[in-house]
């Protein structure tokens, strides 16, 4: 009888262990953007192939008030927009995409991240797609979820989407309302509950909390609201002993950088695990860190490898999902425990 008690321990024990790994999401960041050109729907495609539980969108606007998916408020740093149209830089010489039609960006090639080095474009990662090769394009927001969805069909998964809104002070300075129109295409696709597989997220804190109170409302969503949170954050507030209760009050989870989560002073025999991702979870929040890449010299000293930093933030740090450029490893990782 002691055996079979025994037995019984360690199968609720294994159980418990089983709830908490299917807790654990992979979210891949501009979709596999560690193999492709982030953003692309090709970039999706790969991430959703290789097992990502959500998928990222960051959400600009254009003239023409259409959703398209590109991580900068700025078209220059990852499409040949100088070339195409040289002409049309503001005057801090930044090509903006709220300056363009929807049909103009769509005669763009979307290209691998770069910078200008003494006026040459030189890739941002060397190790990535080659900035030179390939036929990519910058696609809708409704294209993104449109493929996304048609993959869970034809696949028979239920993998979710997670939009960002950039930069929306910027969008209402422009005369654009761009959280509304993110918020009304959800509703027209379906995204309407917190049970809906999306989580949408902004930096801005008094726009999470408008789409909390007056859009949500006037739209007849409620779906799960993110907080991010960088380095140097805007609202220390947040980081008082009371500072995640009073966000449970607008936001389900936060998205911090992992710096927040675990201090980058720390070497591989001291971590220093900060208290945020235990606060949060007493608040009820979900934490989803960024960004985890495997890219040469782009992973922290008290990391031995990427796997490591996966461990880390999953299971020293606890966090519930976390966003990676090589979603197909956090994947591996997460099957392998």
Do not use: C
């Not at 953003?39 to 023409?64: C, F, N, P, R």
């Not at 363009?100 to 797609?129: C, H, M, P, S, W």
């Not at 591989?268 to 989803?288: K, S």
């Amino acid at each position: 009888m002691r055996a079979l008690n025994t037995v019984g321990i360690f199968l609720v024990a294994a159980m418990m262990a089983s709830a908490s790994f299917a807790q654990k999401i992979v979210i891949a960041h501009r979709g596999a953007s560690g193999y492709l050109p982030e953003h692309t729907l090709e970039a999706k495609a790969m991430a959703y192939a290789q097992g990502a539980d959500y998928i990222e969108q960051d959400l600009v606007m254009t003239s023409d008030d259409e959703l398209i998916v590109l991580h900068d408020i700025t078209l220059d740093r990852t499409t040949d927009v100088d070339e195409k149209f040289p002409g049309r830089a503001r005057e801090d010489g930044r090509f903006y995409a709220i300056d363009f039609t929807l049909a103009e960006i769509r005669t763009l090639n979307a290209v691998e991240g770069f910078r200008l080095v003494d006026g040459e474009k030189e890739q941002g990662f060397a190790n990535r797609f080659p900035m030179s090769k390939g036929s990519f394009s910058v696609p809708t927001f409704q294209e993104e979820i449109e493929m996304i969805q048609g993959l869970n069909v034809s696949t028979g998964k239920d993998i979710g989407i997670y939009p960002e809104i950039k930069q929306p002070a910027f969008h209402r300075q422009e005369g654009k309302d761009i959280s509304t129109r993110v918020v009304q295409v959800l509703k027209e696709y379906g995204y309407t509950s917190k049970d809906s597989k999306v989580f949408l997220q902004t930096f801005d804190y008094d726009e999470l909390a408008l789409i909390k109170k007056e859009i949500f409302p006037v739209v007849g969503i409620d779906v799960n609201l993110i907080m991010l949170l960088g380095n140097s954050t805007d609202y220390p507030w947040m980081f008082e002993p009371n500072g995640m209760s009073k966000l449970a009050y607008s936001a389900d989870g936060i998205g911090p950088s992992y710096n927040l989560v675990v201090d980058r002073s720390s070497s591989q025999n001291q971590l220093q695990i900060t208290d945020l991702v235990a606060r949060a979870h007493g608040a009820g929040l979900e934490v989803h860190p960024y960004t985890f890449r495997a890219d040469p010299g782009a992973m922290p000293g008290y990391a031995k490898d990427f796997e490591d930093l996966l461990n880390i933030h999953f299971f020293q740090a606890d966090v519930d999902g976390l966003f990676t450029d090589f979603p197909d490893r956090a994947v591996q990782f997460l099957q392998s425990r």
